[in-house]
């Protein structure tokens, strides 16, 4: 395949041609995924901890100029055309958001020439506002275009920028939002264009790609198939992710349970594993120490029946990611949400050396919080439980409770080599 790229960013307007391994495909999609989950939280990251997170990455080359560059921009390429084909029947959405993110990652890093350039190179040529209209809406002295004003929608949204007669004026160094705009309009057309195609035509080299993929649904958690039983609940709680560990705590103390944790915590077991029957077991069991067994039937079991989609609409819930949990409104008296974000930083801390943190990890946790970097505060408190554990920043509650779990595993080779050494 001979292609020429020019950029570290790519509008990948032409698909690829020719002929590639699938499993070199299949990596190198693979590495992309990785990116997507990074951004599943919405941190803003610095290029040095994009570069930390996405060690070795052939991404990660797009951030520095380096003699494989070339190769990295061919990988980009495929890689997006991959997923870009993979998602087109499932979840467009998503992945137009990742691919949107990453644009804007990699354009605002180039310099002004060079983006003039990358400008040229795709006929996006714009005359400047003359001085006479900069002088009549008051715009400062720089660089300003005019665009109709549904061209860019993310700047419309902020109302900062003037708008007259259906045009609105944006600065020179805000052209990446009218970018990010005609990327999106062109990954929406093609992604409908591809869905029709693979209907009527996906043939058994990319039916393998997109089965070795296995994008299933990338906002629901899939668990990697342990079973939790009631009775051991509360042992293996000692694995939970903070938020989660505090509802089991508030539930077994108080036998109860607002809405909002009800909500957040019963898909979290159910994401364990936790069969419907051992789940209305364990909120029939606490909750009936303060109300009627009947009232619990009759008001609260109907939710755990429909977070397991076996009564109303029927859908098979997935647990929170750490994403919406962060989203969540948390007023006083109620538990649910992230205790890193959540929570005040003097409970946090208390919470951290109640469980035996040490200062110097409490401080490390602090600082994260305190720069908004709730997920790899998580993190942090994770590896201070195991220093095994992967440094992948925690997306959801459940991934948590399998890392902690896989890395207090005993490797039993090592069990008998100690033993023989002894
Ligand atoms: S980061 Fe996620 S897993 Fe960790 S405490 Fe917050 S919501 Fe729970």
């Not at 990785?34 to 994009?50: A, M, P, R, V």
């Not at 929608?153 to 805000?174: T, V």
């Not at 992230?338 to 040490?358: A, M, N, Q, T, Y």
């Amino acid at each position: 395949m001979t292609l020429n790229f020019d950029f570290n960013v790519n509008m990948y307007q032409d698909p690829p041609v020719g002929f590639e391994n699938v499993m070199y495909l299949v990596e190198i999609a693979h590495e992309r995924l990785k990116l997507y989950k990074l951004f599943e939280n919405n941190e803003s990251f610095t290029d040095e901890e994009l570069k930390a997170r996405m060690e070795n990455s052939f991404l990660i080359e797009l951030l520095d100029d380096n003699l494989r560059i070339c190769e990295a921009r061919r990988k980009d390429y495929l890689s997006h055309w991959v997923l870009r084909v993979a998602y087109s029947n499932n979840n467009e959405l998503f992945f137009i958001k990742n691919e949107l993110m990453w644009f804007q990652i990699r354009f605002n890093r180039m310099g002004s020439d060079e983006k003039r350039r990358f400008m040229e190179k795709h006929n996006f040529i714009f005359p400047a506002v003359s001085d006479d209209v900069k002088a009549s809406l008051k715009l400062d002295r720089h660089v300003w275009y005019k665009f109709k004003f549904t061209e860019v929608p993310e700047l419309l949204k902020k109302r900062i920028y003037p708008l007259c007669g259906g045009y609105i004026y944006i600065p020179a160094h805000k052209i990446v939002y009218w970018l990010l705009n005609k990327l999106e309009i062109s990954l929406k057309e093609s992604l409908i264009h591809i869905k029709k195609m693979i209907i009527s035509n996906c043939d058994d080299q990319l039916k393998t790609i997109l089965s070795m993929l296995n994008l299933g649904n990338p906002h629901g958690y899939r668990s990697i198939g342990n079973h939790i039983e009631l009775d051991d609940l509360d042992e293996r709680s000692k694995y939970f992710p903070l938020c989660m560990k505090f509802q089991h705590e508030t539930l077994r103390k108080t036998h109860h349970l607002k809405y909002f944790s009800r909500m957040q915590y019963g898909l979290f077991l159910k994401g364990l594993g936790l069969s419907l029957e051992d789940a209305l077991e364990l909120w029939r069991g606490e909750f009936v120490k303060t109300m009627p067994e009947k009232q619990f039937w009759k008001k609260y079991s109907y939710l755990f029946k429909h977070q397991y989609g076996t009564v109303g609409s029927r859908i098979d819930y997935a647990p929170y990611a750490c994403a919406k949990i962060l989203k969540s409104t948390v007023t006083t008296n109620q538990i649910h949400g992230c205790p890193f974000k959540h929570w005040d930083e003097d409970v946090l801390v208390k919470r951290l050396k109640s469980d035996g943190i040490s200062n110097l990890k409490i401080a490390e946790i602090v600082a994260l919080v305190r720069r908004k970097k709730y997920t790899q505060a998580c993190t942090r408190y994770l590896q201070c439980h195991h220093q095994n554990v992967t440094h992948s920043i925690i997306t959801y509650p459940n991934e948590y409770y399998e890392k902690l779990c896989e890395s207090c595993v005993v490797d039993i080779e090592d069990l008998f080599k100690s033993d023989e050494d002894s």
